[in-house]
């Protein structure tokens, strides 16, 4: 039986039956990772689990599941059940597809010789709400504060917590990773504000405000690392926010990193403001929780009261399959010809023009209509197939909104590029379902994302995506990351302890990554320019423990792997950030990941700050053992 992907997890109880877990965690078989043929049903009976195959575009469930479910249910039935049952699990099926559900659970009663089904609930992804207008207004709204609904309102991703440090980040990791760091040093978060992809004005304007409406806090620290937005621009919207908010004399600790990080910085401490700033996140911590200390406490100003946060499952669906056979090692370099989707809109401009500038080989994009014209000095086309056949592209970075990122990722896989990179946030787990499935059946082409910061080979000064690229250095150390903002902290890190990097590979934090650590792992590790890997993880899925099984049986040149899983400190049932970023109870903790990781030989750290000097002692350690091996191996011969 092949066995792969979950979308569908049933568990059978004593006169109840419910599909639950749509998209769910990978099913293991003889404890090995699973790959991504036709995607698993797994059944669960009374704590035994068995399992069948089923692909995303069957139209009904298969027999041998629905005699599974039919055997495991503790009542007798009729041929007439059957057919029932039958009929009903498929009406089910459709539903789920019809209206992109992560979960359905119902119930089978036997009442007076008749199944009665009842739909208890249904879990749906918010990312498609917007097409499914029918059912947006029933979503079930959870518990949550006065201040999480408001962010939700403002389109930001808000938490509380029992600390006194009120802090802004961009990105789940490096929210969860600056979280960790605060307990490392013996504080905590008030509460935390992911921004995403943005820092205007007026979006820190209210970040603020939610902050200090928090009368648990005393102090703010601002951490962002800018990818796709400059620093000084980062810098200019804090300043202005700072001076247009009453601040009650709150201290704030600011640590801006990426492109003109130095100005921006240099703005920070020139404002005559409350503001710190400071360079490296151990100092920022420090220097928040020591200002923190000296900080008068503030009234209360909110009451807990029922808040208006969605509620959804974000179990990860794990994929590897024959794609490593393809492209192993993601070797690009300065041959590598790349275009754009999107190519004429603001965001792909900007890009293009800041990728052009550090080395890569642009040649040309595809924006619909635009055909014929060109763009930045280079050639425009309506399709990928177009410009495929002029310009021999080797990669594809797509930027376009997320509810055209499905069509675009299918065009570029339609026409065969071989490295696609996707960097839109909040595409629909349907969509990215439907991606996976054309990704099998083509076969020629690998996945990077969605929502990731890309990958970049320093020493070729290639970038495909959003990372900045002025951080980087070329080096020996290969980066995987599930969060972008922790992947530009491995490449501070490296930087700074003179390592540089040889790759660093963003794979993204959705629930459904086009690539996975054993992929990336697969295809970095054994790199001859790669001396040592760092990979860093987060909570959420089974990715990690993956990752350590095949560690355990493939790292033969024992290469040194430091590991970072950040989300130590997450609370359960919150989001941190992107949507595979949340544990629910029962879920993987991100101690079960890093023990899963030391036990394959993986060194872990538990901050950022720690990460580059912990992978340049393990290499000294490493080059020290090869000297005196060759020392004595010589004294003997003689």
């Known amino acids: 039986m092949e066995t792969g992907t979950v979308v569908k997890e049933i568990e059978v109880q004593p006169s109840l039956s419910s599909i639950k877990e749509l998209v769910g965690h990978a099913i293991e078989s003889n404890g090995e990772p699973q790959g991504t043929t036709p995607n698993e049903v797994g059944l669960v009976s009374h704590g035994k689990k068995t399992s069948t195959t089923l692909t995303y575009s069957d139209k009904s469930l298969p027999e041998a599941l629905l005699e599974q479910i039919n055997q495991s249910l503790r009542f007798d039935t009729t041929r007439e059940h059957r057919i029932q049952l039958k009929s009903s699990l ?62 939700a309102q403002d389109g930001l991703i808000y938490s509380e917590m029992d600390g006194e440090i009120g802090c802004i980040v961009n990105g789940a990791g490096l929210a969860m990773a600056t979280n960790d760091t605060l307990a490392h040093f013996g504080s905590g ?11 205007t004005t007026g979006l820190l304007v209210k970040a603020f405000a939610l902050l200090i409406s928090d009368s648990k806090v005393k102090a703010i620290l601002v951490n962002i690392f800018g990818g796709v937005i400059r620093c000084d621009m980062i810098a200019e919207s804090i300043i202005r926010a700072a001076e247009e908010l009453d601040l009650h004399g709150i201290p704030i600790v600011v640590r801006l990193r990426g492109t003109n990080q130095g100005i921006g910085q240099k703005m920070i401490a020139d404002a005559n403001l409350a503001l710190y700033a400071v360079d490296e996140i151990d100092a920022a911590v420090t220097k928040v929780i020591s200002v923190a200390k000296s900080a008068p406490s503030r009234a209360p100003k909110f009451n807990e009261i029922p808040g208006s946060k969605r509620q959804f499952s974000t179990r990860g669906i794990v994929h590897e399959d024959d794609r490593l056979a393809r492209l192993q090692k993601f070797d690009i370099d300065a041959s590598t010809r790349l275009i754009y989707q999107g190519f004429t809109g603001t965001v792909a401009t900007s890009n293009a023009q800041a990728t052009l500038s550090y080395g890569t080989n642009v040649v040309g994009g595809v924006s619909p209509g635009k055909g014929g014209t060109r763009h930045l000095d280079l050639p425009v086309f309506n399709t990928v197939q177009e410009a495929k056949e002029a310009l021999r592209p080797d990669a594809t970075a797509i930027f376009v909104p997320a509810f055209k990122a499905k069509d675009a990722i299918m065009e570029a896989i339609e026409a065969e590029i071989p490295i696609i990179v996707s960097v839109s946030e909040g595409i629909p787990i349907h969509d990215t379902l439907q991606v996976h499935e054309a990704l099998r059946a083509s076969g020629r082409s690998r996945l990077i994302g969605p929502n990731c910061p890309g990958l970049i080979n320093p020493a070729a000064k290639v ?90 049986e493939h790292n033969v040149q024992r290469k040194p792997i430091v590991g970072l899983i950040a989300g130590h400190t997450a609370p359960e049932d919150k989001v941190m950030g992107h949507a595979g970023a949340l544990r629910r109870s029962g879920d993987l903790t991100a101690l079960d990941k890093s023990r899963a990781l030391e036990e394959a030989g993986v060194s872990i750290v538990r901050h950022t700050g720690l990460l580059g000097s912990r992978m340049k002692a393990l290499l000294e350690r490493l080059s020290y053992r090869h000297v005196t091996k060759v020392f004595v191996q010589t004294h003997i011969a003689r």
């Not at 119930?107 to 990312?127: A, G, H, K, P």
């Open 90 to 151: 498929n009406s089910l099926w459709r539903t789920f597809k019809k209206y992109e559900a992560e979960e359905i659970c119902f119930t089978i009663n036997d009442y007076q010789d008749e199944l009665r089904f009842t739909l208890e609930s249904m879990t749906v992804d918010t990312d498609s709400l917007k097409r499914q207008p029918d059912i947006a207004s029933s979503v079930e709204v959870g518990k949550g504060s006065e201040l999480e609904a408001q962010a």
């Open 463 to 552: 970038r495909i995506g959003i990372m900045p690229y002025a951080q980087f250095s070329p080096g020996c150390i290969g980066i995987i990351s599930k969060s972008g903002t922790l992947s530009y902290e491995g490449v501070s890190e490296t930087t700074k302890h003179g390592l540089g990097q040889s790759i660093v590979l963003g794979i993204g934090g959705d629930m459904l990554p086009g690539t996975s650590m054993v992929e990336a792992l697969s295809a970095i590790l054994p790199r001859a320019d790669t001396k040592g890997v760092i990979l860093i993880g987060e909570i959420g899925g089974r990715m990690e423990l993956e990752a350590a099984l095949w560690i355990k």
């Open 189 to 199: 978060a008030a509460n935390f504000l992911d921004t995403g992809g943005q820092a």
